[in-house]
């Protein structure tokens, strides 16, 4: 149910899907935008320095929160781009406008239903829809669609309906064009930069999102590898109602990561859903070379048992993503070089996934080289002593790693020999950040050292036989 941030209802959302409503806003949009950047231009010429630069903070901050508003009740591809800037932008945009935008990946208000149940009828038909009793109030609602819980009349059988925005994927192209301009004129990228290349990436990866065909495929195709691991639930897919814009899945009950009852459970228990979570993006990346890249909390929910064998129940893998072996094998040579403490293989792994330049200065491979020795800190045969239980634990809940990484890789980006990663790397460590601070919210306690080593040097699976 979608809600806002104090426990109550939220509003239901008027969706501006037609094109005059939709080109209005978005011109709008880029008249205050650029209208802002002249007059924060003039005022700047009668500041001092130190006036200036803290100017620019505020600058920046009062731009990303105005894009965040617009897009956040735009919806569609529009924030979807906006959601993806935070993700890129950590590696070129002001930290201060990142914090911001990172605020569209939550707060998505939900689309009114008599907005959508005319355009549920159109996609499944009417026959097939009366077969099911939909509840009008959004279990969840995103930037691309919203998820409404449904039951079977026929056998009663619980459902979630995954119905998407209408007429989204035949915005995409002009939403995209015209939102780069917007951030242009608001000047949240530095000067030169070459901001159509990311586009496409962000474009490439919003059609594989809306293609709800494909998410059937990965739901299933997820469910039959994780089929005998009672560690994880994945939910039964139902063809027969689903169609390209509309995914219906059973509903399976779980809890946010985040809510009381997971709080409250035993340290033990927390450990072993952590390591149940680490260990799925270990099989995902090092066994199959498919990963689900969206780390967002609701994809990850957890199912109390009685017995105390508690299960992630995971969903959406709209933004399940396939790794070439080619980019895997010297992925895996940076991971290595980072756990065994040997650079020459780490930067070789770098070089080989075109994060750095061969004719890098050494400062650059030496300062790249601290950036993967701080990532592996948790995976240390002995992890830092402040940070440890008495056996040798990493408490992952005490430390702050995640933003020492953040801040680190904003510091390397500022050198002109840095390269804004290929498209594999960012989401790749979007979810592989995910991940740090889901454990860091279940405040694992937890030696991963052997779990890593082991997938690292396996003998089977997709390690190299060499590695």
Same mark, same amino acid.
């Given at each position: 149910?979608?809600?806002?941030?104090?426990?109550?209802?939220?509003?239901?959302?008027?969706?501006?899907?037609?094109?005059?409503?939709?080109?209005?806003?978005?011109?709008?949009?880029?008249?205050?935008?650029?209208? $802002?950047? %002249?007059?924060?231009?003039?005022?700047?010429?009668?500041?001092?320095?130190?006036?200036?630069?803290?100017?620019?903070?505020?600058?920046?901050?009062?731009?990303?929160?105005?894009?965040?508003?617009?897009?956040?009740?735009?919806?569609?591809?529009?924030?979807?781009?906006?959601?993806?800037?935070?993700?890129?932008?950590?590696?070129?945009?002001?930290?201060?406008?990142?914090?911001?935008?990172? $605020?569209?990946?939550?707060?998505?208000?939900?689309?009114?239903?008599?907005?959508?149940?005319?355009?549920?009828?159109?996609?499944?038909?009417?026959?097939?829809?009366?077969?099911? #009793?939909?509840?009008? !109030?959004?279990?969840?609602?995103?930037?691309?669609?919203?998820?409404?819980?449904?039951?079977?009349?026929?056998?009663?059988? &619980?459902?979630?309906?995954?119905?998407?925005?209408?007429?989204?994927?035949?915005?995409?192209?002009s939403d995209i064009r015209t939102l780069t301009n917007i951030v242009r004129l608001a000047r949240l990228v530095p000067?030169?930069?070459?901001?159509?290349?990311?586009? !496409?990436?962000?474009?490439?990866?919003?059609?594989?999102?809306?293609?709800?065909?494909?998410?059937?495929?990965?739901?299933?195709?997820?469910?039959?590898?994780?089929?005998?691991?009672?560690?994880?639930?994945?939910? &039964?897919?139902?063809?027969?109602?689903?169609?390209?814009?509309?995914?219906?899945?059973?509903?399976? %009950?779980?809890?946010?990561?985040?809510?009381?009852?997971?709080?409250?459970?035993?340290? #033990?228990?927390?450990?072993?859903?952590?390591?149940?979570?680490?260990?799925?993006?270990?099989?995902?990346?090092?066994?199959?070379?498919?990963?689900?890249?969206?780390?967002?909390?609701?994809?990850?929910?957890?199912?109390?048992?009685?017995?105390?064998?508690?299960?992630?129940?995971?969903?959406?893998?709209?933004?399940?993503? &396939?790794? %070439?072996?080619?980019?895997?094998?010297?992925?895996?040579?940076?991971?290595?070089?980072?756990?065994?403490?040997?650079?020459?293989?780490?930067?070789?792994?770098?070089?080989?996934?075109?994060?750095?330049?061969?004719?890098?200065?050494?400062?650059?491979?030496?300062?790249?080289?601290?950036?993967?020795?701080?990532?592996?800190?948790?995976?240390?045969?002995?992890?830092?002593?402040?940070?440890?239980?008495?056996?040798?634990?990493?408490?992952?809940?005490?430390?702050?790693?995640?933003?020492?990484?953040?801040?680190?890789?904003?510091?390397?980006?500022? $050198?002109?020999?840095?390269?804004?990663p290929p498209r594999e790397i960012v989401f790749l460590h979007r979810r592989l950040g995910g991940v740090f601070v889901?454990? $860091?919210?279940?405040?694992?306690?937890?030696?991963?050292?052997?779990?890593?080593?082991?997938?690292?040097?396996?003998?089977?699976?997709?390690?190299?036989?060499?590695?």
């Open positions: 149910m979608a809600k806002n941030s104090d426990g109550g209802k939220r509003k239901p959302l008027k969706l501006k899907t037609g094109s005059f409503d939709r080109n209005a806003a978005m011109a709008r949009m880029g008249m205050m935008a650029g209208a $802002s950047f %002249a007059t924060h231009t003039v005022g700047n010429l009668f500041r001092s320095k130190a006036d200036r630069e803290a100017r620019n903070r505020e600058f920046y901050v009062k731009q990303a929160q105005f894009l965040a508003d617009e897009l956040g009740q735009l919806k569609g591809s529009v924030m979807k781009v906006g959601q993806m800037l935070s993700v890129y932008g950590q590696y070129f945009m002001p930290p201060e406008a990142i914090e911001v935008l990172r $605020s569209l990946q939550d707060d998505s208000p939900p689309v009114a239903w008599e907005d959508l149940e005319p355009v549920v009828i159109e996609r499944l038909g009417r026959k097939r829809l009366d077969e099911l #009793e939909i509840d009008p !109030e959004p279990l969840a609602a995103a930037s691309l669609g919203q998820v409404h819980r449904a039951r079977r009349k026929s056998d009663g059988r &619980e459902l979630c309906i995954k119905v998407q925005y209408p007429r989204l994927a035949d915005a995409i192209d000067k030169g930069m070459e901001l159509n290349s990311v586009m !496409e990436e962000v474009r490439e990866m919003i059609y594989r999102e809306v293609d709800y065909d494909r998410e059937l495929r990965m739901t299933r195709e997820f469910g039959q590898r994780l089929a005998h691991d009672d560690r994880y639930v994945v939910p &039964e897919v139902f063809p027969e109602y689903s169609t390209e814009t509309v995914l219906v899945t059973s509903f399976e %009950a779980a809890d946010h990561v985040q809510s009381e009852r997971v709080k409250n459970l035993a340290q #033990e228990r927390r450990n072993h859903l952590s390591e149940s979570a680490l260990e799925l993006f270990f099989l995902e990346f090092f066994n199959w070379g498919i990963v689900q890249t969206d780390p967002h909390f609701g994809n990850y929910k957890i199912r109390i048992n009685d017995d105390g064998k508690d299960q992630f129940v995971l969903l959406d893998f709209g933004a399940t993503r &396939e790794f %070439a072996p080619r980019f895997l094998g010297s992925y895996y040579d940076t991971v290595a070089g980072a756990f065994e403490g040997d650079q020459a293989k780490l930067i070789d792994g770098a070089i080989g996934i075109n994060l750095l330049r061969r004719d890098s200065p050494q400062r650059v491979f030496d300062d790249f080289a601290k950036v993967g020795l701080l990532i592996i800190e948790p995976f240390r045969e002995q992890p830092p002593a402040e940070l440890s239980t008495p056996d040798g634990r990493y408490k992952w809940g005490e430390s702050d790693l995640f933003w020492r990484v953040s801040r680190a890789v904003q510091d390397a980006a500022i $050198s002109r020999w840095f390269r804004i889901l454990l $860091s919210v279940l405040g694992a306690e937890l030696n991963a050292h052997d779990l890593l080593a082991a997938y690292l040097y396996q003998e089977n699976g997709r390690i190299r036989p060499d590695a």
